[in-house]
């Protein structure tokens, strides 16, 4: 596959900015160059290429750093993909449905036409269906797996038959990859030279509040994202709390058994309340419930102060509620609220109490 021909005409053109940091190493140098202030211990840019945090994401990883990109959470790869790899008012994005809202916004964002197509009752997508519903101005196929706000993990060969059919990019997010028992699409990304394998380090690794996140291809996919990201797009503390965290790696598989427990006891509890119809299976950080009564326990919840999400107005998950496995106590907290609310909803109406 040609990757620079799928590129937009204009960022092939481009120049890409030269920062002041972009060619050297701030270690053991006087740098006098970049207008910063010397004597504050953040006063200096950050490297802008993030060599140090790639080599450790390397070697965790164990794939090559020029196949490595950071990034300021998934979303901004996710924007960069588009704004590569797509021309407005021209080309077009095949997107799923339902799945993660974030691929239709950069798409309307860079005024990029979307083409849906349903999944399946299982929420699993059909390839023949992908792949014709694909024009010569397709660009992207996003695929989401474990799936947003399904929680499913996508069939492998149905995957593997798009990346070999299809003459473009294909986009697999994993972000909730360490829920699941499901092997890593970045393994495969020198078997596939159009696949794009986005990451996080806002679910698993719990650092949300820091915006990591990381996506693995080809090292030509790679240069054209470097090309045009913002020069000093991932701050300095990032990179150094994304760097250690790779170090402490048996916390966060800690916090993933326990979520896994925490999520397969919900499902239980969950499937004995009788205004759930049905609480799907998930190998994400979440549950996707289908209740009698959605819109009501929604705001029910939420008067209670227990916020989760709503997704009844997604294709294909009507009377729908997005639950995220919280702590053992929230856990707990939510579900006693929830056979509250359904005992008080099948009580017959009071009557007034008579004078005694």
Known sequence: MNIESLVRPNIRKLK???????????????????????????GRYPDPNQTDLREALAEYYQIPSDRILPGNGSDELIDLLFRVFTEPGRSNVLIPQP?????????????CYIKEVMLDNQFQPDADTILEAADKETKMIFLCSPNNPTGNILDTNTIEKILRSFNGLVIIDQAY???SNSEPWRNRIKEF???????????????AGIRGGLAFTNPEIIQWL????LPYNLNQLT????????????VMKNWVNTIINERNAMVKALNTISAVVKVYPSDANYLLVKFRNAEQIYKQLKKRGIIIRDRSNMKGCKSTLRISIGTPRENSLLLKTLQNLNTTENQPTEKTPSVQ
């Open 16 to 42: 890409p900015y030269s920062s002041a940091r972009s060619l050297i190493k701030q270690d053991k140098q006087v740098l006098m160059d970049a207008n910063e202030n010397p004597f504050s211990e953040l």
């Open 99 to 111: 799945t993660y809202g974030m691929y239709e916004v950069a798409a309307n964002i860079q005024n």
């Open 177 to 179: 990859l360490e829920f």
């Open 193 to 207: 030279p159009n696949l794009v394998v986005l990451q996080t380090f806002s679910k698993a690794w719990g650092m």
């Open 226 to 229: 470097m090309r045009i990201k």
């Open 239 to 250: 990179q150094r709390q994304m760097a250690q965290a790779l170090k402490t790696a048996p």
